[in-house]
């Protein structure tokens, strides 16, 4: 991933370990003495690392992964390059799971910040930002200049602030990187371990989330949004995009710039929005969806498929939005 100083991190790991806690038996290679340095996704990971494939929707991506090995079933390994060990598996989420485990013990569960203190210790830091009172602040968190943070809010360690932003009261963040000029209003929780499990009988198996959250500049968060930090890869929300109040975003989702998304919207995980997506109030993204540019969402609705660029849908199941007036018209 992008960065590893949110979490403590294991590792390196021999490949021929990894392999014996996937519970592979038999594998020829020469590879199983080398170390395995991450788990990482497909397009992140490089010659030191091992990732995973449990989708034919990757495949482009597949093609290209730089990874040492990947965990995946033997009807989707032919996706991947010759250079790439296959590691054939019945379930790769679980397996993924365990193998995280091993290099990030500690991030399967969000546990409060140690090293939390009041922001009035911090004076000499931040001379140029202005605090409300009782906010609480970690180790090695970055404010930038003109910045004000409001009452009872909580900074975890490493976070990192741009200039001139506005962080409202009751606001927790963690786990992320936030750009110049952005606005996060009451009550908001940033960078919050996402909703990842493997269901087991009688003992769901936590999924460790090592991402971050990126806010890029101008953004814009109402009020008692949670916005989810990625898996492997990173929650993203592009330039100038706004999010009214109580959205959630899981996570891996990127959204892109000048976007505008109204209350209590929901996005499932990894879904990709494009520049200027329009989403009205209450409607549903299902996840690992690709959204285009220009999409116009109306209200309510639930989007279960990809939708182009210019798309304008309605409905439950969303259809092109004359579809929906004409059938709408009919049953009148």
């Given at each position: ?9 294991k ?15 038999e594998i020829?290679?020469?590879n199983?003495?080398?170390?395995i340095h991450?788990?990482e996704?497909?397009d992140?990971?490089?010659?030191n ?7 034919s929707?990757?495949k ?19 996706l991947?390059?010759e250079t ?8 790769v989420?679980?397996t993924v799971?365990?193998v ?12 409060p ?17 202005k605090?409300?009172?009782n906010?609480?602040i970690?180790?090695?968190?970055k ?42 209003q ?5 960078g919050?371990?996402g ?10 198996l936590r ?6 959250v990126i806010?890029n500049e ?6 008692n ?17 706004f ?15 000048n976007?505008?998304?109204a ?9 990709t929005?494009?520049n ?5 109030g ?10 285009g540019?220009n999409?116009?969402?109306?209200g309510?609705?639930g989007?279960?498929?990809?939708l ?15 579809n ?6 009919n049953?009148?």
């Amino acid at each position: 991933m992008s960065s590893s100083k949110f979490y403590e991190k294991k590792g390196p790991f021999p490949l021929k370990e990894i392999i014996k806690i996937i519970g592979i038996k038999e594998i020829s290679t020469n590879n199983k003495n080398s170390k395995i340095h991450s788990i990482e996704s497909l397009d992140k990971a490089t010659k030191n690392d091992i990732t995973f494939l449990n989708s034919s929707k990757y495949k482009e991506i597949a093609k290209k992964t730089k990874a040492l090995a990947c965990i995946t079933t033997s009807n989707l390994s032919k996706l991947l390059p010759e250079t790439c060990m296959k590691l054939n598996v019945k379930n790769v989420l679980y397996t993924v799971t365990h193998v995280s485990k091993l290099f990030y013990p500690a991030a399967d569960i969000d546990k409060p910040d140690q090293h939390l203190k009041g922001s009035s210790k911090f004076k000499t830091s931040y001379k140029k930002v202005k605090f409300g009172l009782n906010v609480l602040i970690g180790k090695n968190v970055k404010i930038g200049k003109n910045s004000y943070i409001g009452s009872n809010t909580i900074i975890e360690s490493n976070v990192v602030i741009g200039d001139n932003c506005i962080i409202g009261s009751l606001v927790t963040i963690k786990n992320s990187i936030i750009s110049n000029k952005v606005h996060i209003q009451d009550g908001a929780k940033i960078g919050v371990k996402g909703f990842g499990f493997i269901p087991i009988q009688d003992n769901n198996l936590r999924t460790p989330h090592v991402g971050r959250v990126i806010l890029n500049e101008g953004v814009e968060i109402g009020s008692n949004c949670t916005i989810d930090r990625g898996s492997m890869s990173d929650t993203v929300i592009g330039k100038n995009t706004f999010l009214d109040n109580q959205v959630h975003v899981a996570h891996n989702v990127h959204i892109g710039k000048n976007c505008m998304i109204a209350g209590q919207v929901g996005f499932a995980g990894s879904s990709t929005l494009g520049n200027n997506v329009i989403i009205g109030g209450q409607a549903g993204i299902s996840g690992h969806l690709k959204i285009g540019n220009n999409v116009k969402i109306g209200g309510g609705s639930g989007v279960i498929n990809d939708l182009p660029d210019n798309s304008q849908v309605m409905g439950y199941p969303a259809i092109p939005l004359r579809n929906f007036i004409r059938v709408n018209r009919n049953e009148k």
